[in-house]
T-cell receptor
Framework: AQKVTQAQTEISVVEKEDVTLDCVYE???????LFWYKQPPSGELVFLIR??????QNEISGRYSWNFQKSTSSFNFTITASQVVDSAVYFC??????????????FGKGTKLSVKP | EAQVTQNPRYLITVTGKKLTVTCSQN?????MSWYRQDPGLGLRQIYY???????DKGDVPEGYKVSRKEKRNFPLILESPSPNQTSLYFC?????????????FGSGTRLTVV
């Protein structure tokens, strides 16, 4: 079965600290994709990144970076020099890869990040 | 602007009064889906549609109906809402069914059933 675990329910940091959000996934597939979404206090879900399992290079986008490690089935998300605007719930997601439900996203429970000034 | 539009954003209703939450996308996406989000339970899929007139149940379909008569629209129908359907609902779309596309989400509908 496919599963996504975000063990950190809530994290609180002070502005300018670096913070890493953990994501551990389970899948039997050799080829798969992983996603991160952000849900700010306003409630919408915002796409952050998509990663193919073939590509294990770390991804960097401004203050955001993602570390993908197939050996540990992890796809962790780091925010460098956090800002108050980063306060949100962050979700890691894995698409189902079989049958009629192929493509349906399985979400982790999310990590609520609070960045205090 | 490419987007998924849900209406209404907020809705308070009474038990048993039928309601419809509309969802429309302007990206010509084949695949659409409804999720509900609840504290402690995360995001759970209600129904999805692979294309016009093709729908299937997700993980929590009880108490909901959907239809896909046109490619752009995917309304969520609660025939007889109950308080346990109080939740935050999201509509999402994707170019087609498949593992690599991800979703574009609507802004959400916060439903309260009293």
């Amino acid at each position: 079965a496919q599963k996504v675990t975000q063990a950190q329910t809530e994290i609180s940091v002070v502005e300018k600290e670096d913070v890493t959000l953990d994501c551990v996934y389970e899948t039997r597939d050799t080829t798969y994709y992983l996603f991160w979404y952000k849900q700010p206090p306003s409630g919408e879900l915002v796409f952050l990144i998509r990663r193919n399992s073939f590509d294990e290079q770390n991804e960097i986008s401004g203050r955001y970076s993602w570390n993908f490690q197939k050996s540990t089935s992890s796809f962790n998300f780091t925010i460098t020099a956090s800002q108050v605007v980063d306060s949100a719930v962050y979700f890691c997601a894995l698409p189902m890869n079989y049958g009629g439900s192929q493509g349906n996203l399985i979400f982790g429970k999310g990590t609520k990040l609070s960045v205090k000034p | 602007e490419a987007q998924v539009t849900q209406n209404p954003r907020y809705l308070i209703t009474v038990t048993g009064k039928k309601l419809t939450v509309t969802c429309s996308q302007n990206m010509n996406h084949e695949y659409m889906s409804w999720y509900r989000q609840d504290p402690g339970l995360g995001l759970r899929q209600i129904y999805y549609s692979m294309n016009v007139e093709v729908t299937d149940k997700g993980d929590v379909p009880e108490g909901y109906k959907v239809s896909r008569k046109e490619k752009r629209n995917f309304p969520l129908i609660l025939e007889s809402p109950s308080p346990n359907q109080t939740s935050l609902y999201f509509c999402a779309s994707s170019p087609r069914q498949g593992v690599g596309y991800g979703y574009t989400f609507g802004s959400g509908t916060r439903l309260t059933v009293v």
